[in-house]
């Protein structure tokens, strides 16, 4: 069975800084990787996808990801954070098998600060 | 504007009292889903419909039900509410092309039961 593990629940940074936020899953499988972010009040946007093909993956608002099949790794950066990223970032894993479901990760939640 | 849209955004009710949250998309999606989102568990899934007429159950159907009469609505049933149903729920579409797609997310729905 595939799950989706995202290893901070929280993650404080100031403004201006790097960040970097984890996911891991795990498959026997082919995926499908996701990341979506939610502000205040608002529901799940898309921030990027990877399909297939280049494992760097660039998505909007400046945020970038990486495949990584050997660690089963996904995890979401961006090189200078705003004010403005403060939201809660779901990771997602959808499988090549049979069935379409979608796992979300528990979700973290990015405070960015002055 | 391509849109999900729920209805509700929030709602208080008591034990007991039948209620239903609406949700209606504009983008001739075939795939519709509900998901709940609780603090530290993501977002779950309680039902999805891969087209009119068909429906299935997530990960935690157990107090709901659905119907898909027609593809742009998948209304989200609760015959009877218990405090243990108390989430943010969100409706989410996308298109049925494999498991290739993102998800459209509503704005959410805030059930509290007293």
């Known amino acids: 069975a595939q799950s989706v593990t995202q290893l901070d629940s929280q993650v404080p940074v100031f403004e201006e800084a790097p960040v970097e936020l984890r996911c891991n899953y795990s498959?026997?499988?082919?995926?499908?990787l996701f990341w979506y972010v939610q502000y205040p009040n608002q529901g799940l946007q898309l921030l990027l996808k990877?399909?297939?093909?280049?494992?760097l993956v660039k998505g909007i608002n400046g945020f970038e990801a990486e495949f990584n099949k050997s660690q089963t790794s996904f995890h979401l950066r961006k090189p200078s954070v705003h004010i403005s990223d403060t939201a809660e970032y779901f990771c997602?894993?959808?499988?090549?098998?049979?069935?379409?479901?979608?796992?979300f990760g528990a979700g973290t939640r990015l405070f960015v600060k002055a | 504007e391509a849109q999900v849209t729920q209805n509700p955004r929030y709602l208080i009710t008591v034990t007991g009292k039948k209620l239903t949250v609406t949700c209606s998309q504009n983008?001739?999606?075939?795939?519709m889903s509900w998901y709940r989102q609780d603090p530290g568990l993501g977002l779950r899934q309680i039902y999805y419909?891969?087209?009119?007429?068909?429906?299935d159950k997530g990960d935690v159907p157990e107090g709901y039900k659905v119907s898909r009469k027609e593809k742009r609505n998948f209304p989200l049933i609760l015959e009877s509410p218990s405090p243990n149903q108390t989430s943010l729920y969100f409706c989410?579409?996308?298109?049925?092309?494999?498991?290739?797609?993102?998800?459209?997310f509503g704005q959410g729905t805030r059930l509290t039961v007293v």
């Open positions: 498959s026997s499988v082919s995926v499908y």
């Open positions: 989410a579409s996308s298109l049925f092309t494999g498991r290739r797609t993102e998800a459209f």
């Open positions: 990877y399909l297939s093909g280049s494992t």
């Open positions: 983008m001739n999606h075939e795939y």
């Open positions: 997602a894993v959808t499988s090549n098998t049979g069935g379409f479901k979608t796992i």
């Open positions: 419909s891969m087209n009119v007429e068909v429906t």
